[in-house]
């Protein structure tokens, strides 16, 4: 864990820089083609999410004078990091080998920033400049409300427009190719890898909490040698 103020605002800046190259490549501006779905994704809308965090991070060190850690929303910060890294892991793992997806679509700029450095970047920066030991038993489970949210969105839009582009974005929320039992059977899979994921996560937070404990201990023990 680092409390540099140098170190964290060259690592916020190239995060934000890096977010807004691939926001306008949601956006389609690469392929001259506007991409009037880029709101059904989750992945856009972590990774939205995401940039809007870390900018406001940016502007807090910016403003900070001396070194310290992050302060912003521990809550908030962690949320994220379980998103981005549901993000990461379920398009790495289940989505890019798809056999309806064009491979070469996996080496675009966008989808190389939002899927895999972004995400890695992010929670990078919640392990080394965050102050750690402050997650509560609660915040896997409070995470939860925000892929929830998305699915509830998926749901209510096809409803409300059953004849929208892009129906459903993703293969394992739509009923037609799953059925409703498969539909169902993948979002409760998904939600218990996040939780489990959320649990994994608290148990690092509090393991950095008592490495950075025993380090200042030592260190303080050889300042009175």
Same mark, same amino acid.
């Given at each position: ?106 080496? !675009?700029? +966008?989808?190389? *920033?939002?899927? $895999?450095?972004? &995400? %890695? =970047? #992010? @929670? /990078? ?10 997650? !509560?038993? +609660?915040?896997? *489970?409070?995470? $939860?409300?925000? &892929? %929830? =949210? #998305? @699915? /509830? ?21 739509? &009923? ?50």
């Amino acid at each position: 864990m680092s409390t540099n103020r140098t170190a964290q605002l060259i690592v916020q800046s190239m995060y934000v820089a890096l977010g807004v190259v691939a926001i306008f490549g949601s956006f389609g501006l690469y392929d001259a083609d506007f991409d009037g779905t880029f709101y059904t994704y989750f992945t856009n809308l972590s990774n939205y999410l995401c940039v809007g965090v870390m900018f406001a991070e940016l502007v807090q060190t910016a403003r900070r004078k001396g070194n310290g850690f992050v302060t912003l929303s521990p809550l908030l910060k962690f949320i994220c990091v379980i998103a981005i890294m549901l993000t990461c892991c379920v398009f790495n793992f289940i989505l890019a080998g798809a056999p309806d997806r064009d491979p070469l679509d996996n080496y !675009k700029v +966008t989808c190389i *920033l939002f899927h $895999t450095v972004l &995400p %890695l =970047l #992010f @929670v /990078a920066d919640w392990l080394a400049f965050y102050r750690h030991g402050v997650v !509560k038993w +609660t915040f896997p *489970l409070i995470s $939860t409300i925000f &892929p %929830l =949210l #998305f @699915v /509830a969105f998926v749901f209510i839009r096809a409803a409300i427009f059953p004849s929208a582009e892009n129906l459903y974005p993703y293969f394992f929320l739509d &009923p037609g190719q799953q059925g409703v039992d498969g539909v169902i059977r993948w979002i409760v899979i998904l939600l218990i890898t996040f939780i489990a994921f959320g649990y994994l996560l608290m148990a690092l937070d509090r393991a950095l909490d008592r490495r950075s404990a025993t380090v200042a201990t030592s260190l303080k023990a050889a300042a009175l040698d």
